[in-house]
């Protein structure tokens, strides 16, 4: 009956039947893991279709980026705890039990096969009394835990962001059945052996060390009333049940690439995130080189593309995140990943028959219609999916590839954006029928031109909105003043500033956006530009993040940065109190695209009488005000994003919503009037809160 003998604690082949009968579970473990192979080869053969990965950077620091988000976000699950707690201790729970229950099948196998070979004593099979204590309550214990958490949120709580009942339930269902076939295998062992006196290894004062497996012997044995004989049929059963199990889940994941699957590909797709900086997208190779330009087929997207849609995992986390969703627009992040998924599958097959120099087919459905350019169109690029997606997939990137499609090739995108385009070949700046200069905001305020002094310690690059809007204009006023109060020596170019080509670039004109960064690199050259500091969060990200890929490397700080670095110095004195309760809003390209959070916060924290008050959604969580991705430039019918994100302040009821953002502040200033309270609720910029704290009050 014995295969091995049967040390304290979990045995291995115990009553499986004739013996080395356990050879026959490694050819079935051997035949699912390659049955999973297969299935891994053809997913790869897929991805092969993709374009190659550009910018994947060296590999020393991936490897370190690598071992850090896989420490915080995977191990440590810090991205699905911060969300969303409930699931996130879910998955937890989930995660650490099959991790758990993996090593210790996976060191029980090892100490098998070194004693009965090798004649080898692994380290541990001395301690298999305590570690079967561990297997049992971090593993087992765990796993059960995140199990009957997962049901009750799927059919009790239901929430909206959940579409996958069909198929979670089989996976579901497979988990649960390993766990419970397995403690009741050990269940039945120890109601066999440790408790039975009559056993030659009758020993209940071991039989408790693995809690759960002892209460399902105590159940076998005492409520149920079973014989040693029933006890030992019944593990045989289970045994075999059990391994069946395991293989059908191999062979399952292999078969439908699903969730089970996800635990291979989700480390591979973090692995190779992209080494950009978060706030750049990815550069268009030699324009003049291309056959097409941006993505209308699964073979223009690259092969990263394409394996990070097979590590969605469909759990709605970035549709919840997403100002669009929230707003009533078509735009689902979770739902273009898996319609980006469909449509490669259905392409695949098509693309793999091809012979070597056979030109493909036109899809049936072109990629950006199966996706639907509304839905295209309705992306803030806001990155808020990009933060809150547990396994790293960059869907901006998918996003903005197919805007170049529409535009670069058909040129087709929304009228007012096309109008905004034109302004920008035209004039350099997006404001399509503004009749103000670069220069008219400077009028009483004796601001310098590089073009007259380049010898300055900072250029202050104004950006179009404030340049031209005429309430923005009031931070270019602000920051001037401030720059002055602080005695910095500073310039600005005046009518030689042209857009940076941020809403060229993410309307999906990247021609556009070459030619404007390309004047700029040169420009800026030519003056020997030391440091720039920008008021613009976008004119900030493209300068920081993107110029680079052009060759134009330059010192560039936001506004809210810079200014804090002058207040620390006390080269700007805060002392007028400014009463009042301020609610900070996050932009999007100043907080998730480059993690300035700190700074402005800093800022408002030096003026004397502002209390800071933060809104439920701020900071990696903070929320859209609508005008990015060149969303300024569109149409927004139905609930518009700053009408959401205007709610969120008023919600704190502060007096003073702070903003560190030209984009923003005109947003949120039509959401505090569409909201009937602009008598009582204000928009500030934090420039003009410390050009108010820091001007000395006249005298009467």
Not at 32 to 50: C, F, H, K, P, Q
Not at 420 to 428: D, I, N, Y
Request: proline share 5%.
């Amino acid at each position: 009956m014995d295969v091995q003998e049967l040390l304290p604690g979990r045995a291995d082949f115990w009553n499986i039947g004739f013996p080395f009968v356990g050879v026959f579970v490694y050819v079935v473990l051997i035949v699912a893991l390659a049955s999973l192979a297969v299935g891994m080869y053809s997913r790869i053969e897929v991805w092969r279709l993709g374009q190659p990965m550009t910018d994947l950077g060296p590999w020393k620091p991936r490897v370190k980026g690598f071992i850090s988000r896989a420490t915080k976000d995977i191990f440590m699950h810090r991205r699905f705890l911060k969300k969303d707690l409930y699931p996130g201790i879910m998955h937890f729970c989930l995660f650490w039990g099959a991790m758990f229950l993996l090593i210790a099948t996976s060191i029980s196998a090892i100490e098998d096969n070194l004693h009965q070979w090798l004649h080898i004593e692994f380290p541990t099979r001395g301690f298999r009394v305590q570690a079967g204590f561990i297997w049992d309550l971090a593993g087992g214990g765990l796993a059960t835990i995140g199990v009957a958490m997962a049901f009750f949120r799927r059919y009790v709580l239901r929430p909206p962001r959940l579409n996958t009942l069909f198929e979670d339930p089989i996976i579901l269902l497979v988990i649960l059945s390993l766990i419970v076939t397995g403690f009741a295998v050990e269940g039945l062992r120890i109601g066999a052996t440790e408790l039975n006196p009559a056993s030659t290894f009758y020993n209940p004062d071991i039989a408790i060390w693995s809690p759960i497996g002892f209460a399902f012997a105590k159940m076998f044995t005492g409520l149920a009333g079973l014989s040693v004989s029933t006890l030992e049929s019944l593990h045989f059963l289970m045994w075999w049940s059990h391994a069946a199990i395991v293989a059908f889940a191999f062979a399952y994941g292999a078969i439908r690439f699903n969730k089970l699957t996800h635990m291979i590909v989700a480390p591979i797709n973090a692995f190779f995130i992209s080494a950009r900086p978060k706030g750049a997208l990815r550069a268009m190779p030699n324009l003049e080189t291309l056959d097409r330009f941006g993505a209308s087929d699964t073979t223009d997207l690259t092969w990263k593309q394409l394996l990070s849609y097979d590590a969605c995992t469909n759990c709605g986390r970035c549709q919840d995140a997403c100002p669009a969703w929230a707003s009533g627009k078509p735009l689902s992040p979770r739902k273009i990943i898996q319609d980006l998924r469909a449509f490669t599958e259905q392409r695949a097959p098509v693309l793999l028959e091809l012979k070597e120099g056979e030109e493909a087919p036109p899809p049936e459905i072109p990629m950006v219609d199966y996706v639907t350019q509304d839905v295209l169109w309705s992306c803030t690029t806001c990155r808020a999916c990009m933060e809150a997606c547990p396994v790293f997939i960059e869907h901006i990137d998918s996003i903005v590839d197919m805007r170049r499609y529409l535009v670069m090739e058909q040129g087709s995108l929304p009228e007012t954006a096309m109008n905004a385009l034109q302004s920008l070949e035209q004039r350099g700046h997006p404001w399509r029928g503004t009749t103000s200069t670069r220069t008219e905001w400077t009028e009483g305020l004796d601001v310098p031109l590089m073009s007259e002094d380049s010898d300055v310690d900072v250029l202050f690059w104004v950006g179009c909105t404030a340049a031209l809007d005429q309430r923005s204009q009031r931070m270019a006023r602000s920051m001037a003043s401030t720059l002055k109060l602080a005695g910095v020596k500073f310039a600005i170019l005046g009518m030689e500033e042209n857009c940076t080509g941020d809403p060229a670039r993410r309307l999906g004109n990247e021609y556009l956006f070459i030619t404007l960064a390309e004047q700029n690199i040169e420009l800026l050259n030519s003056y020997n530009v030391k440091k720039i500091v920008t008021i613009c969060p976008h004119c900030f990200n493209s300068i920081k993040n993107e110029y680079p890929q052009l060759g134009g490397d330059f010192e560039v700080l936001h506004y809210t940065q810079y200014v804090n670095e002058l207040i620390q110095q006390g080269k700007i004195k805060l002392l007028r109190t400014i009463e009042t309760t301020m609610a900070y809003h996050d932009s999007c390209y100043l907080g998730r695209h480059n993690d300035v959070y700190d700074d402005p916060r800093q800022v408002a924290s030096a003026i004397p009488g502002l209390k800071l008050i933060e809104m439920d959604k701020c900071r990696e969580n903070g929320f859209c005000c609508g005008a990015g991705g060149g969303r300024m430039w569109m149409d927004e019918p139905g609930t518009r994003v700053s009408d959401i994100r205007t709610q969120h302040f008023l919600d704190t009821g502060a007096e003073t919503l702070g903003v560190s953002c030209p984009f923003c502040i005109q947003q949120l200033e039509a959401g505090i009037q569409t909201a009937g309270v602009s008598d009582t609720r204000k928009v500030k910029d934090l420039l003009e809160l410390v050009v108010e704290s820091a001007t000395p009050e006249k005298p009467n």
